[in-house]
């Protein structure tokens, strides 16, 4: 481990400058809080995108983030549900959502552009690492070859703000493929969610399909969906989901 930090300082220090495309997660955290270690925090920039299909508490994470490293932060305004080629969900939807995005971003910073990809991130289809790639973003966690365990045991270390925060993938993700992402199905699986939460579960997604919700709860969490099934299903209804189904996996 010591070697790859070593590895990533040297290769952070041979940039003039670096701004980490901050989405409020803790891979993206690691690396701004690195980089302001190794670089100087008046070298390192901290640039957010806020956005309708974003969980509010990234935003909230990210600024708190940034204020920990010390680091300048902007925040800038993106509407993801103008692409038609996003809204209309194909399996490579990341693609097109990172491509605009880091477009969007590129030309406004003073310094090389990078996000938070790690190594455990090439073991999944990840459509978004080809336009980061197309776009010469660079990816220091990835090219240090630091592992998801390794960052987060980072963050504890470090004493990130974030460190014991779940993964937030944005709520485009809870839309099955093909199925058109809509804000009025944005607000609806963030609600949908934010109820599930509010009866004590620690991890909870809410799978879209039309009028069909798909609840996908840890294991060990199950048996609690089933004590509130009831109330789970009256809720869900009313905010326009005409059947729950829960995924045993």
């Keep these: 481990m010591s070697q790859k930090i070593k590895y990533l300082e040297a290769r952070l220090k041979k940039k003039r400058g670096l701004t980490v495309a901050l989405s409020g997660g803790i891979d993206s955290g690691v690396l701004l809080f690195l980089a302001s270690q190794f670089l100087g925090p008046q070298r390192v920039f901290a640039f957010t995108i806020s956005s309708s299909i974003m969980n509010p508490e990234d935003l909230v994470y990210a600024r708190l983030i940034a204020r920990q490293a010390g680091v300048k932060h902007e925040v800038f305004e993106f509407n993801h549900l103008e692409l038609e080629a996003f809204r209309k969900n194909p399996e490579n939807r990341c693609y097109f959502c990172k491509k605009e995005m880091f477009g969007f971003l590129k030309p406004k910073s003073?310094?090389?552009?990078?996000?938070?990809?790690q190594l455990d991130d090439l073991d999944d289809y990840r459509p978004g690492l080809k336009a980061i790639e197309e776009l010469?973003?660079?990816?220091?966690?990835?090219?240090?070859?630091?592992?998801?365990?390794?960052?987060?045991?980072?963050a504890r270390k470090l004493g990130l703000v974030n460190c014991h925060r779940a993964p937030s993938p944005c709520l485009a993700t809870r839309f099955l493929p093909k199925e058109p992402v809509t804000a009025e199905g944005i607000k609806?699986?963030?609600?949908?969610?934010?109820?599930?939460?509010?009866?004590?579960?620690?991890?909870?997604?809410?799978?879209?399909?039309?009028?069909?919700?798909?609840?996908?709860?840890?294991?060990?969490?199950?048996?609690?969906?089933?004590?509130y099934k009831g109330t789970i299903i009256f809720n869900l209804k009313n905010l326009g989901f005409k059947k729950v189904l829960l995924n045993l996996g």
């Design 188 to 227: 609806q699986v963030y609600r949908a969610e934010a109820f599930l939460k509010s009866l004590g579960f620690n991890w909870v997604r809410v799978r879209k399909r039309e009028d069909l919700a798909i609840i996908e709860v840890k294991t060990k969490e199950q048996g609690k969906v089933q004590q």
């Design 136 to 154: 010469n973003i660079c990816s220091p966690l990835k090219e240090a070859k630091i592992t998801k365990k390794e960052i987060k045991w980072l």
């Design 110 to 117: 003073p310094y090389p552009l990078a996000d938070g990809t």
